[in-house]
């Protein structure tokens, strides 16, 4: 069915005169996620302009939608130059918990940008998807003592009794910031926390 399709519109637009006001609502929800769908082309076209804050805004209004072509929208916005578009896309992904993101995600851990990389872990661990911990036990070895204590985070909230040995071992960071993540994360794991309910990778540019 195409986008807005004629009898699916006459139906919404009738059930905004029905006498329940929640069926109003919906009927009215739907018909603008229709008509915003209905210009996706035009959105799109708009990650292009050199305004970031009217690309922001588009980034906001495509996470909203489930399209496909949303998505890929915002996945290629993770190749912007600029690295306050390529946070912003990488936060909204990560929201998102669509598992075709995981792979985007996993490759902006090598971004010059270390607000970037931080946002791509923290979104990683909203999958609660263990096969990430090796990727993640291989941030810990990062010099910036604030991506390492993101990466302890994100692997505490996985609860992988994996990330044992990695965290007995940052009991002796340099950075008192970084041994109080690790002392807490080991606790966690001690105790058996399980993750919530993993989602499959798919797309990654990297083995896991």
Request: aromatic content about 0%.
């Amino acid at each position: 069915m195409a986008i807005g399709d004629d009898t699916v519109l006459a139906v919404l637009r009738r059930c905004l005169t029905d006498a329940d006001p929640g069926v109003r609502e919906a009927a009215a929800e739907s018909l603008e996620r229709l008509d915003t769908l209905g210009r996706l082309d035009d959105l799109l076209s708009t990650l292009e302009s050199p305004d970031p804050a009217t690309v922001i805004r588009t980034l906001h209004v495509l996470a909203e939608l489930g399209h496909e072509r949303a998505l890929a929208g915002l996945i290629r916005t993770l190749r912007n130059p600029r690295p306050d578009l390529r946070a912003v896309a990488v936060r909204l992904l990560g929201e998102r918990r669509d598992p075709r993101a995981i792979g985007p995600l996993v490759d902006m851990l090598d971004d010059s940008s270390a607000d970037v990389r931080i946002l791509a872990m923290e979104g990683l661990g909203q999958f609660g998807d263990r096969r990430l911990t090796d990727i993640l036990l291989a941030q810990l070895g990062d010099p910036n003592p604030e991506l390492r204590g993101k990466a302890i985070e994100t692997l505490e909230r996985l609860g992988d009794p994996k990330a044992r040995d990695a965290l007995l071992g940052l009991l002796q960071d340099p950075e008192a910031g970084v041994r109080r993540r690790a002392a807490r994360a080991l606790g966690r794991l001690e105790v058996g926390a399980e993750p919530s309910a993993p989602a499959s990778p798919e797309n990654s540019g990297r083995e896991m």
